[in-house]
């Protein structure tokens, strides 16, 4: 995970030295977490893979694979601190179901409701948000999206009322180009699962 902090050089080189000089560090902070919160809520892109140790699978867990349990119908997932399920993708390899994944329903922050007692849940995909009190954004989010992450933090920054580094009327390119990246990454989780295919259909995973 990389601490929203990491922004700050970006301000600074987009701003200048001596405009960013007026922003507090705490007010890139809370900018940046706006950015990434929307992003994550609108392209649903911070998605993970979650695996039961106990299911006896062969998957070898990924920096970005996650431990669940599982008591009757209750799935529970092992996220990150700051973070909750807004949208379960699959519940197993074996079973991609549209029906079944319509009757899952995920509560906060990190528990999954299956629809039936024998529910396979070997290979739990999901996308997941931040909240408003995360410090942190996933490395692979920080890396491919980081040019329109820091054009989001700069708009927020800029919209921010009665402030010295207050700029309305610029922040409109900023958020243009936050809106683009958005729009790309909702692109990229279409085309890798959410494209056009049979229910019964088995969807790609992601790495």
């Keep these: 995970m990389i601490h929203l902090d990491e922004f700050v050089d970006g ?4 701003l ?3 405009d960013a000089s007026n922003v507090p560090r705490l007010a890139i902070v809370f900018a940046a977490r706006q950015a990434l919160k929307r992003f994550c809520d609108e392209s649903f892109a911070y998605v993970v893979n979650a695996f039961d140790p106990l299911a006896g699978t062969n998957q070898v867990l990924s920096p970005n694979d996650f431990h669940l349990s599982v008591t009757d119908r209750r799935c529970e997932i092992a996220i990150p601190d700051d973070t909750h399920i ?7 390899d074996e079973c991609c179901d549209a029906q079944g994944l319509s009757d899952s329903i ?3 922050p990190n528990v999954i409701n299956l629809p039936a007692d024998d529910s396979k849940t070997d290979d739990v995909v999901v996308s997941l948000s931040i ?3 995360a410090e942190s954004c996933p490395d692979f989010i920080y890396q491919r999206y980081y040019d329109g992450l820091l054009s989001g933090t700069i708009a927020y920054l800029q919209l921010m009322p009665n402030r010295e580094w207050s700029e309305p009327n610029m922040a ?3 958020m243009a180009a936050f809106d683009e ?3 790309k990454a909702k692109s990229h989780i279409s085309n890798g699962f959410l494209k056009g295919r049979p229910s019964t259909s088995i969807p790609a995973t992601f790495g």
């Design 11 to 14: 301000v600074s080189v987009h």
């Design 16 to 18: 200048g030295n001596a």
């Design 86 to 92: 807004i949208k379960v993708w699959r519940l197993s």
């Design 106 to 108: 995920h509560s906060y």
């Design 131 to 133: 909240n408003q009190t």
């Design 172 to 174: 409109q390119v900023h």
């Design 181 to 183: 990246t958005i729009r």
